[in-house]
């Protein structure tokens, strides 16, 4: 009786009474037809509209910005998803760290029709303007990296996120011939919400770049500028340019002489990214999938005109209610088009291998391999994976895997020439921001000059 009658207040609430309650319950008891009736005398109160909106604790935000993301119009019927929806959008712009949007207490003023136009209040509590975040993560074959980067929540007063990012990379590892074998990179991103219309994002990026893995050695410099637009909850599409001028040190005979391309590439990338798992970091189910199309044009330098294809999905099911065994698998796909293999840059072939790929085979060591061992990449590449997600206690888990791929020549993916695959064992440490994972892969159908196992260490699932 209890739950039937607090169901009634939110009931009305959701056709505009937003000031309904209960006054009175009666109950009627036929002890022989072992019965009860139960009646609710209920008060709707007057219907309820949207009235003006004041907000407190805004801080450096721009007011105009918050006032935008009201889904609804002074005079609008009251609906409590759209509050619920207000506050979600807020929340998103990440400058806050609590967000309460309420019904004034006060009566509200008299409409014609006999409503109550009643305001609305929105109560922010400032998060912190900088924040500093580093990261870890180590490979066998790949060494250590790390990464540190500074950030402003609200750069111009309008929820501008600006972040500039170092890392360093490669320490430990093999050493590539022409370098110390160590990866920098330094890069900022600069991201505007409610870019001409509410919820669009336009994403600017700058980033700097030497690499040197096995497989080549890379100077660049990248500029981007991405607009981002929720399609719906849960889908995501985007679009932009990307301006890129590189150098890249390659052997393409396997003779040890390395050749150099310049190459200026202009990218038109687009995408769809859809994810409704319950966690970003670590989820327990739902489903997530993406695929994007990117045209490279190359106005100058050594490469010619090509079109990187690329489509992914995984999957999480929980098999317990309480989530300690999650079932999860994912597959990855992807196909270069247009020019030949010596055509497109070393950095934007497809490449397995890895923490992130083919766990149990040094990374970007899956796949064609020239006569010193050292990858080529390839246009075409599949991934698959699948794990079995076992949380032994609050922050202790435990994780066996398979994973598989290829990368191939040819335009397409050619499975006639089969899969590596690799198994493995994981320890997953539970913390309030995410696991922290250890896994130990070993290659299935190892080949001559590929380790017994590989060890990687990270932040997160491995997808």
């Known amino acids: 009786m209890r739950d039937a009658e607090a169901a009634v207040v939110p009931l009305m609430a959701a056709r505009g009474y937003a000031r309904a309650k209960v006054g009175q319950r009666d109950l009627a008891v036929d002890v022989q037809a072992h019965t009860m009736a139960v009646a609710f005398t209920l008060d709707p109160g007057p219907l309820v509209r949207f009235g003006p909106t004041t907000f407190t604790g805004l801080g450096r935000l721009d007011p105009d910005v918050a006032y935008g993301r009201l889904p609804w119009k002074e005079g609008d019927v009251y609906d409590p998803a759209k509050v619920d929806k207000a506050r979600n959008k807020l929340t998103d712009l990440g400058v806050f760290s609590q967000v309460r949007v309420v019904l004034d207490d006060v009566p509200g003023t008299v409409q014609p029709d006999g409503s109550h136009e009643v305001p609305m209040l929105g109560q922010m509590e400032e998060r912190p303007r900088h924040f500093i975040n580093t990261g870890l993560n180590y490979g066998t074959t790949d060494g250590a990296a790390a990464t540190a980067t500074w950030g402003d929540r609200n750069f111009l007063g309008g929820a501008e996120a600006l972040t500039v990012t170092g890392s360093i990379g490669g320490i430990a590892r093999k050493k590539f011939r022409d370098s110390d074998g160590l990866d920098y990179s330094l890069g900022t991103t600069l991201k505007k919400p409610d870019f001409l219309e509410t919820d669009t994002t336009l994403n600017l990026s700058a980033l700097a770049v030497s690499e040197h893995p096995e497989a080549y050695s890379r100077d660049a410099l990248t500029l981007g500028a991405i607009v981002t637009h929720p399609l719906t909850p849960h889908l995501m599409a985007s679009a ?21 391309t310049d190459n200026t590439l202009v990218g038109l990338p687009v995408a769809l990214k859809f994810d409704n798992t319950d966690n970003l970091l670590n989820p327990t189910q739902g489903y997530r999938w993406n695929a994007g199309l990117t045209p490279y044009l190359s106005p100058l330098g050594d490469s010619g005109t090509f079109v990187i294809g690329n489509a992914g999905a995984s999957g999480y099911w929980a098999v317990d209610d309480a989530k300690a065994y999650v079932i999860a698998a994912r ?17 934007k072939r497809f490449f397995a291998g ?28 599949i991934e698959t994976s699948a794990e079995l997600r076992i949380r032994l206690t609050d922050t202790i888990g435990l994780v066996p895997f398979i994973d598989g791929g290829n990368v191939f020549e040819s335009a397409y993916p050619d499975l006639s020439q089969g899969m590596r695959w690799g198994a493995g064992l994981g320890v997953r440490y539970f913390t309030s921001f995410g696991p922290l994972r250890l896994d130990v892969g070993v290659p299935l159908d190892r080949r001559s000059g590929d380790s017994m196992w590989q060890l990687y260490v990270s932040i997160g699932q491995s997808f």
């Open 240 to 260: 932009g340019v990307t301006l890129e001028q590189s150098s890249i040190r390659q052997d393409l005979t396997g003779d040890g002489v390395l050749t150099t």
């Open 354 to 381: 890895g923490g992130g790929s083919v766990r149990g085979y040094a990374y970007q060591k899956v796949g064609p391999l020239d006569v010193n061992n050292d990858p080529t990449g390839g246009r075409s590449l």
């Open 331 to 347: 597959v990855n796909l992807g196909a270069v088009y247009g020019g030949s293999l010596a055509q497109v840059p070393a950095d």
